[in-house]
């Protein structure tokens, strides 16, 4: 049996709170909301905080409402069957739900929190392995190592983003608020990320995820698409996101394709959402955007399937993520 390693938790009840506990544990401090990824990562010694914050009981992380100017406000606390179950969700950003329901299993959603999804750890073959599987190839750079061993001459880490959220909340321009020992700031969730499988977030480690907004799409239309072996369960090892919003003949007049699971954050292509501009969605539309986002998208051997495959299926996720883009989905 995996056991959790020595730690202490508080329950802080106010923002403020938390993040002082926060700033005094240092580098042995976490937060902690479902602990669904948390959790499995201490168990098996792939994070070892010593002082852990339970966010769960601040009021202000489990709001879900939408304001006056019809802006999506989740507390970061709000968990995922609450957050999919959401009836205005549910009408008004269905790709959101829809997300939200691809991820894990019914009690995993129970805990997992919106704001746990956008801070999930980066995943690798590697990596998500017990202390003594990756003991036995002597760790890798992202823990107690020094070697890569997806790409070993490279001084960089790989791992993946495999938030099913994330690329939602990007193309859809959802920006998040950071609360720190000095105040709030709002950023939006595309900046959240690096490109780098250890650093792989701009946020400090003692702000806290307060919310998340996401604009009303007003007329746009948003869609999500993912890959992964069982259908009920697993972790996406391809994620496609897309939006579009239109003129009034129909046409497309803005557009944005997120990848996720390919990187080690979620891949904006621009150059591909570009292409569905000034057409109506047709299906040989359509073709251009698909070549140039698979392109784009670059597996490294790091998840589940081959590579070829998983190269292979982006052209396929993207062409069914833009396809339910059109009045109705299909
Ligand atoms: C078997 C299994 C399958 C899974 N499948 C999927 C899947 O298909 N898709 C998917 O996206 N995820 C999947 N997950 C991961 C996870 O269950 C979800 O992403 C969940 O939403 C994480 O939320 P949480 O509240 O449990 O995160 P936690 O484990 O509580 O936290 C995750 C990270 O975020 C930090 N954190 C949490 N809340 C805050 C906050 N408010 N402010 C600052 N930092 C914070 C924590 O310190 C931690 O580093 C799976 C997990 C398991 C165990
Ligand atoms: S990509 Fe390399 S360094 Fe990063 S987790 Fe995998 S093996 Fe380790």
């Not at 959401?86 to 008004?92: G, L, P, Q």
Request: proline share 6%; aromatic share 6%; glycine share 8%.
């Amino acid at each position: 049996m995996l056991r959790l390693p020595p730690h202490d938790t508080s329950f802080p009840t106010s923002i403020a709170d938390a993040v002082a506990l926060r700033v005094n544990a240092g580098a042995v401090g976490a937060y902690v909301a479902g602990g669904t990824d948390l959790y499995p990562n201490m168990k098996r010694r792939q994070q070892e905080p010593r002082r852990v914050i339970d966010v769960r009981r601040i009021p202000e992380l489990n709001r879900l409402e939408v304001a006056a100017d019809g802006t999506l406000v989740i507390g970061a606390g709000v968990t995922l069957t609450r957050f999919m179950r959401d009836a205005r969700v549910r009408a008004d950003w269905p790709a959101l739900a829809h997300a939200a329901s691809d991820i894990s299993t019914p009690l995993l959603q129970n805990m997992g929190t919106v704001g746990g999804n956008l801070l999930l750890d980066t995943r690798c073959n590697y990596y998500d392995q017990g202390y003594e599987w990756r003991k036995a190839i002597n760790f890798c750079m992202k823990k107690d190592g020094d070697t890569c061993w997806v790409a070993p001459s490279s001084p960089r880490c790989w791992a993946v983003q495999s938030s099913d959220l994330a690329p939602v909340m990007v193309a859809l321009n959802a920006r998040v608020v950071l609360a720190g020992p000095d105040g709030e700031r709002t950023i939006p969730v595309a900046a959240l990320y690096h490109d780098d499988g250890m650093a792989f977030l701009t946020k400090r480690p003692e702000e806290l995820l307060v919310r998340i907004e996401v604009p009303a799409l007003t007329g746009a239309r948003a869609s999500y698409q993912k890959l992964r072996r069982r259908g009920a369960f697993d972790f996406p090892v391809l994620g496609v996101a897309a939006w579009a919003s239109f003129d009034v003949a129909g046409q497309v007049s803005e557009a944005r394709i997120v990848l996720g699971a390919v990187g080690s954050h979620p891949k904006s292509v621009p150059e591909a959402a570009a292409a569905l501009v000034g057409g109506t969605l047709a299906d040989d539309q359509l073709d251009e955007a698909v070549r140039l986002a698979s392109k784009l998208a670059k597996p490294l051997d790091n998840t589940d399937f081959t590579i070829g495959w998983r190269k292979e299926m982006a052209s396929v996720f993207v062409r069914r993520a833009l396809k339910g883009l059109r009045p109705g989905g299909t």
